[in-house]
């Protein structure tokens, strides 16, 4: 069963196939199928009402199954920020490294102890019968003083988990206790109840 992603981003779209296809689910983009999807506003509140808007808006063009995740850091100093807003922190949007500078500068000074952040991964999965799955995972660690590996993307290389920046850690590694690798074995969860 071919499910669409509601991105382009490479990275996540090999993420998410390696997670759902033994489910017997190909994702795929609609850059794929020679389709191009309508930008969407994302002007929810939370990463789950982002993450539907664009499910929502997926499905509604392709007609089939769509999946959308909205993700982010939040920093427990920053008193969550830059949370929903963390791929466009600087201005840009996804400039990441702009972004890990910003977030080193406004983290000057700060210990370790109160480095403390987590990613969010938010899915939504939207049928074109109205069914719609919504799920979120976490992952805890902190903010290291500076960047570290180059696996990854985004906030990856200055997020430490367990004494490693998840900027070294292979892609199969990261699967096992990433946000959105636990996102997406709830939503595998979901999903087996229902296909």
Known sequence: MDFILASNNKKKLAEMQRILSPLGINVVTAKMLGRELTDVVEDGETFEENARIKAVSACEEMKMPAI??????????????????????????????????????????????????????????????????????????HIGFERDGNEGFGYDPLFVYEGKAFGRYTAQEKDRISHRGNALRKLTDELEKII
């Open 68 to 141: 959308a995740d909205d993700s982010g850091l939040c920093v427990d100093y920053l008193d969550g920020a830059p949370g929903i807003y963390s791929a466009r922190f600087s201005g840009g949007h996804g400039d990441d490294e702009a972004n890990n500078a910003l977030l080193l500068k406004k983290l000057e000074g700060v210990p370790m102890e109160r480095r403390t952040a987590y990613y969010v991964c938010a899915i939504c999965c939207v049928f074109p019968d109205g069914r719609e799955i919504t799920v979120r995972g976490e992952c805890h660690g």
